[in-house]
């Protein structure tokens, strides 16, 4: 017999018997006037058979369930998100510590001069204190929650790379313009974890028939796109190249989740 409602309680004597006798073999008060019928379970064994109702809602509940979001163990903590706030904060440390420019501390040089490796590492080399609190607060609130859905090393890989693609859209968009500008900075990071969150958020919310808060999400979005404004080395593009590649994983990655 299947494990769910093994047993009944007995109003009388207090004792657990079968779901399946109409009369308690303890005490002999009348539990029910006949017995349940019975059906075969899942498992092979007999159940009692279940109304319409009772398996409709049971269909909706077991559906509801497959719809909540997938969390992957190991991820209690957001490491991801620790490192690449930390990693940027020490370096930033560190340069104004030497008095290091920020060409020489990892920023994209353009015109380019074959040193490939700025791309990865211009999005942890920031010019200020007050541009990586704004990049640091948005992946404090979007990151851990994708961290909580896909895992650690996941949001790690597509964070550093909506970072380092970004550079490299804007890197391409200047060498058009030819001019001398340092891209630097991980507002491609940023918006990446925003629109990736989002993209996730948005389907799971909508099946079950709520919408994401908008507001919270244009107002972060709005304040890493226009960092450019007050930041030199926070390229327009970098940031909008890097939101369109987390959106895009987003997307993937709730298309995969949905096959399993």
Known sequence: MGETGLNVVCKSCGA???PYVTECPYCGVRLRKRAPDLELGGDGGLEPKQSRREKRRNEK???????QPRTVSGAARPWATIVLILIPAIALLVRIATGTSLDGF??????????????ITAPFAYLSVGYLFAVG????????????????????????ACGSLGALAAYAVAD?????????GGNGIALGAILAWFTLNRVETME???????VGVLIAATVILLLPVVV???????????????AIAGLTATRFQSRR
Not at 61 to 67: E, G, N, Q
């Open 137 to 160: 607060v948005a992946l404090s609130l979007f990151a851990p929650g994708l961290e909580r859905r896909l895992g650690t090393i996941a949001v790690f890989v597509m964070l550093v």
């Open 106 to 119: 990892g920023g994209v040089i353009v015109p380019f001069e074959g040193e490939w490796w700025r791309f």
């Open 208 to 214: 079950e028939g709520k919408l994401v808060d908008l």
């Open 176 to 184: 058009q313009r030819d001019a001398l500008v340092v891209i630097a």
């Open 232 to 246: 030199p080395t926070a390229d327009f593009w970098s940031g909008l190249a890097g939101g369109l590649v987390g």
């Open 61 to 67: 509940a077991r559906r509801k369930s497959d719809r």
């Open 16 to 18: 657990e018997v079968s």
